[in-house]
């Protein structure tokens, strides 16, 4: 399937459309919605997936529960509802909170200067607020491409883990992003995709995302990519992060220590890209990350297909924890 052009989010005339990304690559299916529960249930399911991503459709979420009228009490349940999505990239709390510190100083200004057409001049100001946020994570990818191209001294070999391309952001993506700069100054020689087990977001989305940029590329198994970096065909590793702790730890896809493990005892350059609204200061230490813990089916099963007996115990955990010592370098906007 090529297709020349595609979208990840986007937002126009009260509804917010995204590409369900569990039906990626084979279908290419746009939700349209006004509804925050199915932006929710999205977020959980990933059809929404990737940290920036996440935090933008939140953003859009609240709007959308003042549609069809303004009330606080209706944006404090979206509010908690959208909260308990997914536990561990901080963007999409840092998403509802830009949302819900906005909205209730337009309603303090408000109760001092009450205002003509009141639904509709909120709505729209809560509007602007969401396409700000979106308008800021696009800046911040290219300002990380940008900031990111230093790290090729040579045409380069590269492995990724998961996906952080246009389908994990508002922009062109963050780690993604790079190799795409890299590979339109001719600094990408191969870029190797960790599959990233257990649901593929590596020979599925990035995989994607590579062929429709023309970028060469091969998919591996999670379990190859240190033979990769044994025989020398790994020059540097870059990933994305969903958290960020205050000592420059990092919470990314599950696998991602592993592989900055193996980069560490092979000499290999091992960098995170991240936007700003991955950074927590309120964590110290990657030991306070939450760990989001998916459901046993993920492992047991490849989508419909049963490959072991769900019966037996099963240890999901979406992401794990790669401590600042093991990184070359954070590349941020
Ligand atoms: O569970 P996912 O698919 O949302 O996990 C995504 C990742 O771990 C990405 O590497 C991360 O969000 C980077 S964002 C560009």
């Known amino acids: 399937m090529k297709v020349s052009d595609y979208f990840n989010i986007r937002y126009s005339d009260g509804f917010f459309e995204f590409i369900n990304q569990t039906k990626l690559p084979f ?4 939700t349209k919605t006004d509804d925050y529960e199915v932006i929710a249930q999205a977020i959980e399911r990933l059809e929404i997936r990737g940290a920036p991503a996440i935090g933008i459709a939140a953003a ?3 709007l959308l529960s003042q549609k069809k009228s303004i009330s606080e009490s209706a944006f404090l349940l979206a509010y908690d509802r959208l909260k308990n999505t997914r536990p561990t990239a901080v963007n999409l709390f840092i998403g509802l909170e830009y949302m819900k510190e906005y909205f209730l100083s337009l309603l303090s200004s408000i109760k001092e200067k009450p205002l003509k057409n009141f639904n509709h ?3 729209i100001s809560l509007e602007l607020k969401a396409l700000e946020f979106m308008q800021n994570d ?8 940008e900031n990111g191209i230093d790290i090729f001294a040579k045409k380069s070999n590269v492995l990724t883990h998961c996906n952080t391309g246009k389908l994990a952001t508002g922009g062109d993506g963050t780690a993604f992003a790079v190799i795409k700069l890299a590979h339109e100054k001719n600094l990408i020689n191969h870029v190797y995709a960790d599959e ?3 649901l593929l977001q590596g020979s599925r989305l990035t995989a994607y995302e590579l062929n429709k940029a023309g970028i060469p590329f091969s998919i591996i198994t999670d379990s190859t990519a240190g033979f990769l970096m044994q025989q020398g065909k790994i020059d540097l590793v870059i990933t994305g992060a969903d958290r960020i702790a205050a000592n420059g730890d990092v919470a990314n896809k599950i696998g991602t220590y592993s592989i900055a493990v193996l980069a560490h005892f092979h000499k290999i350059p091992f960098y995170i890209a991240a936007p700003q609204t991955t950074f927590d ?3 110290i230490s990657l030991h306070s990350i939450p760990i989001e813990l998916r459901k046993p089916e993920e492992i047991s099963a490849f989508g419909n297909i049963q490959v072991t007996d769900p019966g037996f115990n099963y240890y999901n955990p979406a992401f794990d924890t790669i401590p600042a010592n093991l990184i070359t370098k954070i590349i941020t906007d």
């Open 121 to 123: 001049s909120l709505y």
């Open 138 to 145: 696009i800046l911040s990818c290219k300002r990380i491409a």
């Open 281 to 283: 200061k309120n964590i």
């Open 196 to 198: 990233t087990r257990p």
């Open 27 to 30: 279908e290419e299916k746009i």
């Open 60 to 62: 859009f979420g609240l």
